[in-house]
């Protein structure tokens, strides 16, 4: 039987629209991702993989039993089936720029979207790559699709392959990693793995051990509602006294736009409301609780402060929690680091270990019992409609998950 290239299957996937909502309540957050789901319980039927589902929360579950005649770990495989809510993710049409000259490269000269070198320096090293990108009007879909598209590639080749060492392999594709909720309707028990790998990062041979620490935060900023015309000396305007708020908060120091590396920051990233209720939403990110804690204690001192400007206002400070730096889990488990190191070594890239300004399902996981870091996609500008990832970096990382099966089933 003629399986399907990795590049077939990602350019399959991709066309799928799964874009998530961070604003809904349901779960998944949106039906459309159970498409991809429901493309991709089929293709692991045909590969003769076992014990293959899709769970009623939408989880892509399926194993791969291994061809070792001793007893041999349980690995996991992840990805997740979502895009970002930020970029519409809908009528994707992906464009393959074949043998990539190191150019700045047009992805839609209407639309004045254009990949600079200047501003993408990984770009100077895919000379000779075909490079895949959206055509300027949406996001790729490379996180993660290029990540399922990859464990599917390493599957395919340890299906028409049976001498390769493999150890039992878990399968699982998750809805909703997008919004923070990846793993809220799933177990370690029904994972019923050793010790896992999303495979969800960027740079070709790197390995991510570290993740930020997470919190949202709503700030909800009561006035007191009049009609306009009888206002004076009245009316407190919930949707000013948010305004001020936002406008106090640091200008050149801990937000998105200012920090990298290990700085923390705080991002309004929505406001809603009206004259008597006003509502902000923010994502807290430190890669130390500490660090966190002086985050939300900066907002509640900001808001506190305000609203004491504008009498008969009130505020009121609601975290919640996201998710913890796995390497605190992962720290303890260092063969699992170790044996992708090598892995990556293998496919002859020199292993790195990274931090994400970010999370991924293997944060939580690692705390639910479930050691979990993130291996490369090969995947950059996740998000974005500059969104683009080279083939055969997509390639380099499917070598790389089977190098890692067969270090678990032979070491």
Partial sequence: MKYPDILERFLSYVRIDTQSSDTSESFPSTAKQRDLAAKLKPELEALGLSDVQITPWSYVLATLPTNQPRKVPTIALLAHLDTSPDVSGAGVEPKLHENYQGQDLVISESDNVVLKVSENPYLKEQAGKTIITASGKTLLGADN??????????????????????????????????????????????IGADCGYTVDGEKPGEIEDETFCADSLELTVTGINVHPGMAKGKLVNAVKVAARIIDKLPKAALSPETTADREGYVHPHQVTGNVETATIKFLIRDFTVKGLKRCEKKIAGIARRVTAQFPGARSEVKVIESYRNMKVVLDKHPEVLAKAEKAIAMAGYTPQRASIRGGTDGARLSFMGLPTPNLFTGGFNFHSKQEWIALEDMKKASEVIVHLMRLWATE
């Fill in 145 to 190: 699709k290029a990540g399922i598209a990859e464990i599917m590639d390493a599957l395919t080749y340890l299906v028409e392959h049976p001498q390769a060492p493999r150890p039992n392999i878990r399968v699982v594709f998750t809805p909703d990693e997008e919004t923070g909720r990846g793993v809220e309707h799933i177990t370690a028990a029904e």
